[in-house]
């Protein structure tokens, strides 16, 4: 994609063009990803940001707001409301924490945790939709990963 002449890199106009973007290609990924989850998570009764909370807490049970924010890298004025719309749906409780007053414990309801069996579900659809076997899909992972981990270190 690049060359460097006299030390200074040189960009083709080609690589220039939006759709040649790589934070265009992640951004619209990202995009299609949510369309595609909409109507599996609806047929759930969950958003997208709301299945992310209970893919946490099925895996991790009981987690302070701010873990489930860092986990999700999530602020907590996108996360509070969220949570409270799950609270409202019977799925979390949320409790102060005995030994730390300031921190709120997030936990599953009874509820909350019989929903864990349609992961196997959502995940076969979204799956499906990506039109990548197990192997591709965990490559492309990793390398976002990895992508992540670089953006952050800059």
């Known amino acids: 994609m690049t060359d460097n002449v006299n030390g200074q890199t040189i960009i083709p106009d080609e690589e220039k063009r939006l759709e040649r973007q790589l934070c265009f290609a992640v951004y619209s990924a990202?995009?299609?990803f949510n369309r595609a989850y909409k109507p599996i998570l609806d047929r759930v009764g969950?958003?997208?940001p709301q299945y992310l909370v209970m893919l946490v807490l099925w895996e991790?049970?009981?987690?302070?707001v701010k873990v489930i924010g860092e986990k999700l890298d999530l602020d907590s004025g996108t996360l509070s409301p969220l949570l409270k719309r799950l609270e409202q749906a019977g799925l979390i409780g949320r409790a102060r924490d005995p030994r730390d007053?300031?921190?709120v414990i997030v936990s599953?309801?009874?509820k909350g945790s019989g929903m864990q069996c349609q992961v196997d579900t959502i995940m076969g659809a979204i799956g499906q939709a990506t039109g990548c076997d197990m192997a591709e899909i965990a490559n492309l992972r990793?390398?976002?990963r990895r992508l992540k981990v670089n953006l952050a270190a800059e």
């Open 101 to 103: 007053e300031r921190q």
């Open 108 to 110: 599953l309801t009874e």
């Open 142 to 144: 990793d390398q976002l």
């Open 60 to 64: 991790k049970g009981s987690l302070s």
């Open 30 to 32: 990202a995009h299609a």
């Open 46 to 48: 969950l958003t997208y």
